[in-house]
Structure formats: structure tokens, C-alpha cells
């Protein structure tokens, strides 16, 4: 999923436009019920000997 979106606004006020933007854009998307998964490499080890389960996740990106 990618998710992109231009605006422009004075410099001065740049990063407090920023910030309210991408705010309302993530309140937007849980109030919408929206899961976007991230990359992700799960590596799951059954040791029965042991009665254990190891599970790892690796984040990509």
C-alpha cells in the first residue's frame, strides 16, 4: 500500500501543516477500521523437547 499526497503551504508554517496533516490522515484510517500490515518476515520455531515455541518477526523497509 502506498499512500502519497502533495500540498503546498508558506514555509514558516511547514512542519506544524505537516504534522496536522498526517494526523488527520492516521485518524482518518482508524476510524475507517484499516489495517495496512507492514513488511514483515515471520519465522516460527516448534522445539518439542522443550514444549517451546520461538517466534521472530523481522520488520523490512
Not at 26 to 34: E, F, R, V
Amino acid at each position: 500500500v502506498t499512500i502519497s499526497y502533495s500540498y503546498w503551504v508558506p514555509n514558516p508554517k511547514i512542519i506544524e501543516t505537516t504534522l496536522a496533516i498526517n494526523g488527520g490522515v492516521y485518524k482518518a484510517i482508524n476510524s475507517a477500521n484499516l489495517e495496512i500490515p507492514y513488511p514483515e518476515l515471520v519465522i516460527t520455531i516448534n522445539i518439542s523437547d522443550f514444549k517451546r515455541t520461538i517466534t521472530i518477526i523481522i520488520f523490512k523497509g
